[in-house]
């Protein structure tokens, strides 16, 4: 049985707080997150908690650039022992036109500073998400996904420039993913669709990577993020759309032998909320998500919440 535990509001101040992603890193475990006067709003800066138990999270460094909406920030363990956080950078002129659209990668040692940002990938191309060595890029005027792959502080190239489409897929506007490598081998993706059918697809690859098929799964999944636990369970945190103007944050199992998911609980939230990070620790999963289901509903204010979660 699956069921919620604690609830914990890590992070609360009036303001928009979203978007986050959850690691843990050299015996410590971080949580980072968008903060800014609303969800598009154009001064989006990232913080970055830190606890050492999940329990006492404190603020240890805030990442913000000039004339820039810093979105979507994510932590990715790399294998020189750097920390590294990869985020969406828009940049504006002084009259608030957006200029550039860039993915941006910075790394630290510790997570109290960061190094100058290094740009990645193409402009207007949005890497929602990199694991491992590959990340998955969206456009929307484009209605297509590319694939890139390599070295995030190295070189990350370009291997398919028309991962899904609307032209070669017949479904419109992918966008959020997250990919997950299987003990075999394989790829595996969840990929995010606001258009037509508004379903979710489950994408299985070669070993190599270059040989894709796709599947149906049906549902809706709003910034999606995967995790295989130790038993080989498959699980996927993500916004769910159930009725009109009713959006929650669930947590789903996987099958890939069926190429089925399956909801199995949902999370406290409402309003502008979900964007999860999951971890497995201590035999529980633990996940960081945004909400507004505690704020006041005439506001644009958003907390960040961690749930724990006995599988």
């Not at 460094?61 to 020189?80: F, G, M, Q, W, Y």
């Not at 299987?182 to 040989?211: E, K, Y």
């Amino acid at each position: 049985m699956t069921k919620l535990t604690q609830l914990d509001c890590i992070w609360r101040n009036n303001r928009h707080n979203a978007f986050t992603d959850l690691i843990e890193f050299n015996g410590r475990f971080y949580c980072c997150f968008r903060e800014a006067t609303n969800h598009i709003s154009p001064d989006g800066i990232i913080r970055i908690l830190v606890s050492d138990d999940l329990k006492r999270w404190q603020l240890i460094s805030s990442v913000r650039h000039i004339s820039a909406d810093l979105r979507d920030p994510k932590l990715i363990k790399h294998h020189s022992g750097k920390m590294l956080l990869s985020f969406y950078r828009k940049r504006f002129d002084k009259n608030g036109q957006n200029i550039a659209n860039e993915n941006c990668i910075s790394f630290s040692l510790t997570g109290y500073s960061w190094s100058s940002a290094k740009i990645i990938g193409h402009n207007n191309w949005w890497m929602w998400r990199i694991r491992n060595d590959l990340g998955i890029a969206y456009n929307r005027k484009q209605n297509t996904v590319r694939l890139y792959q390599g070295d995030p502080l190295r070189a990350f190239h370009l291997v398919n420039d028309a991962l899904f489409s609307l032209k070669n897929n017949a479904k419109g506007y992918p966008n959020e993913s997250d990919v997950l490598k299987l003990p075999d081998g394989r790829t595996i993706c969840i990929l995010r669709r606001d258009a037509d059918s508004f379903s979710a697809q489950l994408g299985i690859s070669n070993i190599s990577n270059h040989n894709w098929k796709w599947y149906d799964l049906g549902l809706y999944l709003g910034g999606p993020c995967m995790l295989q636990l130790e038993n080989g369970r498959i699980l996927v945190a993500a916004r769910r759309f159930q009725r009109p103007r009713c959006l929650t944050t669930w947590l789903f199992e996987l099958d890939i032998n069926t190429k089925s998911i399956k909801p199995v609980l949902q999370l406290p939230s409402a309003g502008d909320n979900s964007y999860p990070a999951m971890l497995a620790h201590d035999n529980k999963l633990h996940v960081s998500y945004y909400s507004q289901h505690q704020e006041n509903r005439y506001s644009y204010a958003s907390a960040i919440y961690l749930a724990e979660v006995t599988l």
